[in-house]
């Protein structure tokens, strides 16, 4: 566009009716705001201003050029500020850790594809939290503890759980059960035992396992059983892809634990288009995480 320049200065001009409070503002000299002024006036055929003793007012074509500047300066600044929160929009977020590492980051670049230039940063944490602080603004749990904090929830699945190992391992033990090793997380010290009462029925009631093995934290439960190193009690989305790679089976099916993957916030915030965008991606990919008809309730 022609003479863009000068129609900046005459637009900062404008707003301050003085030359050179417009020289100050743009750090130019008060010629040069006049001098831009006399180039344009030139360029429309138009007089924009008048003195007035020793100030300087705008007439009627000057007002009316004023109008558009103002809208077309004004939009330019919300585009500047827009292509600024597209480039640099990010968006931290607290999972639980196996959660994280065995569900969220392999999804992340289907994320991505539809939002291209977002940065969404996660960090690992389970339990109560407190957004806001560290920059966080969502948290993605399981519902087995009590908030302190009077987040929004939004329910996002229910969780399935059951006994999952490799399939070597159980051809091995599937003809004595007695012989099956059961691996423990100390993050879920009981979550055997709530399978048992959750499914109303014990499965390994008529067993005793003669080996049981305790690892620090789930993550590594899971891998261990992925491994063939024994049998884990698995969350239906921390080991839907193994189970669809063949890296785990789940001989006694899937049932419903109770508890539901919840995600935490401090408001539905719809003014923050990255942040509504994750929330619906996560709620429908989440959504799916829910067991085939064929895996459901098979140790009956």
């Known amino acids: 566009?022609?003479?863009l320049k000068a129609f900046h200065i005459f637009h900062v001009a404008a707003s301050s009716l003085s030359y050179s409070e417009a020289a100050d503002k743009l750090c130019i000299t008060h010629g040069a705001v006049s001098k831009q002024i006399?180039?344009?006036?030139a360029y429309l055929g138009q007089s924009l201003y008048y003195r007035q003793g020793r100030h300087v007012c705008l007439?009627?074509?000057?007002?009316?050029?004023?109008?558009?500047?103002?809208?077309?300066?004004l939009a330019l600044s919300a585009g500047i500020d827009k292509l600024s929160q597209i480039q640099h929009a990010c968006l931290e977020i607290s999972c639980e850790p196996t959660l994280t590492m065995r569900w969220l980051m392999p999804r992340l670049s289907d994320f991505y594809q539809d939002n291209p230039n977002s940065d969404v940063r996660l960090s690992t944490a389970g339990g109560p939290v407190r957004l806001g602080t560290n920059g966080i603004?969502?948290?993605?749990?399981?519902?087995?503890?009590?908030?302190?904090?009077?987040?929004?929830?939004?329910?996002?699945v229910d969780e399935w759980v059951g006994p999952v190992c490799s399939a070597d391992h159980w051809n091995k033990i599937k003809d004595d059960l007695s012989q099956m090793k059961i691996l423990h997380s100390q993050t879920r010290p009981d979550?055997?035992?709530?399978?048992?009462?959750?499914?109303?029925?014990?499965a390994l009631h008529q067993s005793s396992p003669r080996a049981q093995q305790s690892f620090a934290h789930f993550y590594f439960c899971l891998q261990a059983a992925a491994d063939g190193l024994g049998v884990a009690m698995g969350s239906y989305p921390l080991v839907v892809d193994d189970i669809n790679r063949g890296k785990l089976i789940a001989p006694f099916g899937f049932s419903k634990s109770g508890k539901r993957y919840i995600l935490l916030s401090q408001e539905l915030n719809n003014d923050d288009p990255l942040e509504s965008s994750f929330i619906d991606w996560l709620q429908k990919n989440l959504a799916l995480c829910i067991p085939d008809t064929r895996l459901i309730d098979r140790k009956k």
Request: without cysteine; negative net charge; aromatic residues 10%.
């Open 1 to 3: 566009m022609r003479h």
């Open 38 to 41: 006399k180039i344009l006036e």
């Open 59 to 73: 007439t009627r074509e000057g007002e009316l050029l004023k109008g558009y500047t103002d809208q077309a300066f």
């Open 137 to 156: 603004s969502l948290a993605i749990r399981r519902n087995d503890f009590v908030s302190l904090n009077d987040h929004h929830i939004t329910e996002l």
């Open 191 to 202: 979550a055997w035992a709530d399978w048992n009462k959750q499914a109303g029925m014990n």
